[in-house]
C-alpha cells in the first residue's frame, strides 16, 4: 500500500485545527457530494454504514438549532456556512442484505439482537465513521469544527421526527479563518498513552 506523503499528514492531522471563526467563502452544494463521496469509502463494522448526514446550510435551519445549543456554542454554529448534524439510523440494520451481501441471512441475525444492542452497535459504528468524515473534510479542503455541546434530544426533535435519527455530533463546516484559531493545545506522548506488550 502506497504511504501518504509528509504534507498529506499534515493537511490531515499535525497542521489541522478545529475552527470556531470563519471567512465569508462559502461552501457549494457539489463540495458536500465531494466530502460524502470521499467520505463513504473507510470501514464500518460489518460495512453497516451506520451515519446519517443533515447538512444544515440555511439561516431557518441553523434556527431550529439554536434552542439546543449552549451559549458558547450558538455563534460557532451561527456563522459557519455550513453544519454538518451526525447521526445514526436506529433501523441501520435493516440495510444489512444489501450492504453485506455476502453473510447471507445477515439482516435476519441482526433483527435478533434487540434494540439496545443495535443501538449499541449503531451508535459505535456512527462515532468511527464521525472521525473518517471530519478527515474527509479536511482532505478535500474544509475546516472542521467538532461540537459534541448541544441537547441531543432538542436537535433530534427538531430534524428527525419522522425517520427517527438520532444526533451524535454536530461538525461545522467551512474555510477557517486562520487569524482566529487557538493555540495548539497538549497532545499525550507514547508513553503516556502506548503500551506494546
Not at 126 to 155: E, K, S
Amino acid at each position: 500500500m502506497a504511504m501518504a506523503r509528509d504534507e498529506d499528514i499534515a493537511l490531515l492531522f499535525t497542521d489541522a485545527h478545529t475552527h470556531y471563526a470563519w471567512l465569508p467563502t462559502p461552501v457549494g452544494v457539489d463540495e458536500l457530494h465531494r466530502l460524502f463521496d470521499t467520505f463513504r469509502w473507510p470501514p464500518s463494522a460489518s460495512n453497516a454504514q451506520t451515519l446519517r448526514i443533515t447538512f444544515a446550510t440555511s439561516r431557518e435551519a441553523k434556527e431550529r438549532m439554536r434552542p439546543a445549543l449552549p451559549p458558547h456554542n450558538v455563534d460557532k454554529v451561527m456563522t459557519a456556512p455550513v453544519t454538518a448534524i451526525l447521526a445514526f439510523d436506529p433501523a441501520w440494520w435493516e440495510r444489512m442484505g444489501e450492504l453485506a451481501p455476502f453473510r447471507p441471512n445477515v439482516r435476519d441475525h441482526y433483527a435478533t439482537l434487540g434494540a439496545e444492542r443495535l443501538d449499541t452497535l449503531g451508535s459505535h459504528n456512527a462515532h468511527i465513521q464521525a472521525g473518517y468524515f471530519i478527515l474527509a473534510a479536511r482532505a478535500i479542503g474544509l475546516d472542521c469544527g467538532p461540537i459534541g455541546g448541544f441537547d441531543r434530544a432538542i436537535v433530534d426533535a427538531a430534524f428527525f421526527t419522522d425517520s427517527g435519527w438520532r444526533s451524535q455530533l454536530l461538525v461545522n463546516l467551512g474555510h477557517g479563518d486562520p487569524t482566529k484559531t487557538m493555540p495548539r493545545m497538549p497532545r499525550l506522548d507514547f508513553a503516556t498513552a502506548c503500551r506494546i506488550e
